[in-house]
């Protein structure tokens, strides 16, 4: 269940008395630092970034009523089979503009060949992740027709030909992709907020990566079960470091160096 506004801000003092200033003081890792400091926290602006926050601003006025249907038993956020505005969507569901531009940022910094989205929606988080790597290819899997359909709509008329869009559930969907795809070289999952199947969609994801594969988690703190699956995510052996920026969490994969975690603070936190 998703916690309540004062569960959030108990967890986020409790995220600022552990987590190190901004600026990267602190950082050991030259690996961490640098990503942090020229990564993470640099704020330069990409023209692309304009274009895309004017989709989003389209979205957000448009009065447009949608029947979400579902293709998935558990889609959650409680819009199953409601008539519901884009505008609300743009507004409640897609990544906020900060998470959007370090997501473009991670992208274009790794240049991953193949990358794995779980949740599209209306598609902005598609579009910070295809823009900033043309070369590689985008999969992004929704559950649900109608948002699909939209976000398909769009991709097709920008164009953005490094999208792969997959209308089905990631239950069913992500092992097909797992099959076809030689390696899974950045996966971001905002779908599901649910803990069980956050680590359902990690035993599939885990035997694609490489030591250069990069993992985003959303909503790491949407609710005390996501929270407990992205600490077991992040325990698991395979994982080398993992950065907890609050409201989001990197996982990465690299051998040969020490297992570290890190809370640092990014964007609003
Ligand atoms: C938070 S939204 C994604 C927002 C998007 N990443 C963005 O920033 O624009 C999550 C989406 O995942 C879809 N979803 C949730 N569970 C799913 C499942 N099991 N299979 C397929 N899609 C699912 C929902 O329909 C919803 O559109």
Known sequence: MRRGAWAILKS????????????????????????????????????????????????????????????????????????????RLARTVAVPPHLGRLLYRVVQHAKPANMVELGTSIGISSMYIARANPTGVLYTIEGDEAVFGIAQKHFETLPLDNIKPICGIFETELPHLAQELNSFDFVFIDGDHNGTKLLEYFDVILPKLTSNSIVVVDDIRWSQDMEDAWKEMKANRRVSVSLDLFRCGILFFRQGIAKQHFMLRYGPY
């Open 12 to 87: 986020y003092l409790q995220f600022r008395k552990k987590c190190l200033p901004k600026g990267g003081y602190g950082i050991h890792s030259p690996f961490i630092f640098n990503l942090y400091t020229t990564v993470i926290s640099n704020n330069r602006k990409e023209p692309i970034f304009d274009s895309i926050e004017l989709y989003r601003k389209e979205m957000l006025r448009c009065d447009i009523e949608i029947i979400r249907k579902s293709v998935a038993g558990s889609l959650n956020r409680g819009f199953r089979g409601e008539l519901v505005k884009l505008s």
